[in-house]
């Protein structure tokens, strides 16, 4: 039996990231010499408490290159090997989001191929000894691969978008899974401060007096039918896209499904995915981390900066690199299986804050993808090519507009407010609403705003909403005119309700970022 083994990463097609460390380990016999050979490096290092690592010296980018391994006379050979740019493509589902489920998928497959283009999907495993179905996950795969269609949309599409423009070898590896809070994500010692407490205060809470044996029983019945082929396919309806009818249908075929109680076994526990995916793929190079994830923390919205500044925190010490993080804005929703998105105006303040505090985060705009009735845009396409246009500007330092408008200042003159945008490029300006777009349900709503709010614009004096009469695009300005604004103080907002299709945007076509104001 072998007894030398490689990390999951390093397999036959893999991409290593260029101009960085490389850093190759894996498990051995207890103090035994572990030699690495990639082409002319070499590095030897001996295995403690079962572990080695090697870290070779940067490599240009290249392709078809040969790694050996040799431990006590075994020798690992790992062949057709690229050097390149490497992204993790983290977060829930709305990253996870299968390739087969967009509605961009057939013009996706059949475009023509790239063979540049590499894939990992680390295994979905929740517990140690987690067994199901992984034969999708755990190898280096390119387009045309049986598990192609279940790669996110978004990390595929950022690829397919970035190698062209630099001409290397791409890898994504995707380490995502539905319906996840960013604590999964995290050791558990990096939530122990107030507020982040409460999740390991919450966690306590639900396991206390609970009989170990009869939480792992549950757990396992419960990921048994979530993993089995039925529930799967019934699953994919839902994914592709459900009528309010259609969901509180399913929703009434699931009530005699068992429960996956919160423990030890379920996937949203303090620390859990932390350990069972992430660990697995540490400390790979890598040049930055993709990210779609906050709508399984709208419980906690009012803590939601610090909880992802923290998860970003301990994900660049874990890899031992400042590693740039490109994130999504959580895209408008009104209802989608009982829930509504209710709480998301103020998650995506909260996200906002995290790009302006934390070094190295840039976020993206989706405020014109979202649907009313779904949490998942089904367009997530334009989502990888947004961070793709975000990577190459703040990460490869392209002179280009990468940015959604966001507000500068304002002011005001007589009847008028004058809104001042940064990132506006050659001019703002308004897209029309098209006769097949998707109606924007139940206006006016909580979901969706009171009737005075124009384009997404809400003036308020007081508590009172104001009629706005016209709205100007005039270059980096936008011009409300508010025949009823008086001299008192007044705020203006933009698209801070759950659910609104933004039209306004950059010359960059990005849609146009909510924002609050006083003045």
Known sequence: MQQIKTGILFQDGCVLQRDKEIPIWGEGPEGAEVTVVLEESRAVSRVKDGKWKCVLPPKKAARGLT??????????????????????????????????YDADWETMKTAESNPEIHMFNVPRLAYPGHEKDVSECGYWFGEGDKAWPYFSTPGYSFARSIQPILKVPVGIIGCNWGGTSASTWMKEECLQEAPLDIYLE????????????????ASVEAFALEDSKEHREEWAKVMYGFSLKEQKEWQENQ?????????????????????????????????????????????????????????????????CQELPFLFVQLAPYGTWLGGTGEKYPELRRRQEMVSRRVPGAYMTSVMDLGMY????PKHKKEVGERLALLARGKVYKEELLCEPPALLGAE???????????????????????????????????????????????????????EIGEVHLWGNEVILHVPSLSEEKCAVSFAQVPYIRVRIYNSADLPMKPFYCEL
Not at 84 to 96: K, L
Not at 373 to 376: G, K, L, P, W
Not at 432 to 440: D, G, H, I, L, Y
């Open 67 to 100: 790694m050996t391994v040799t431990c006590d006379g075994e020798t690992i050979k790992i062949q057709d090997i690229s050097v390149g740019e490497v992204w993790i493509a983290g977060g829930q589902s709305n990253m996870e989001y299968f390739l087969c």
């Open 202 to 217: 919450e966690y306590k809470a639900a396991i206390e007096g609970k009989d170990p044996e009869a939480l792992k029983k």
């Open 255 to 319: 009530e005699e499904a068992p429960e996956n109680p919160m423990g030890p076994y379920n996937v949203g526990r303090p620390g859990g995915l932390y350990h069972q995916m992430l660990e697995t793929i540490i400390p790979c190079g890598a040049r930055g981390v993709l990210w779609y994830q906050g709508e399984s923390d709208e419980g906690h919205a009012d803590i939601y900066d610090r909880l992802f500044e923290t998860m970003i925190g301990c994900w660049r010490e874990s890899f």
């Open 373 to 376: 009735e779904d949490i998942h």
């Open 412 to 466: 005001r003159k007589g009847k008028k407010i004058i809104l001042h945008f940064a990132h506006a490029g050659v001019g703002l300006w308004r897209k029309e609403k098209s006769p097949e777009a998707e109606p924007e349900a139940e206006l006016p709503s909580p979901l969706t705003g009171p009737r005075e709010m124009k384009d997404g614009f809400l003036v308020l004096q007081g508590e009172k909403p104001l």
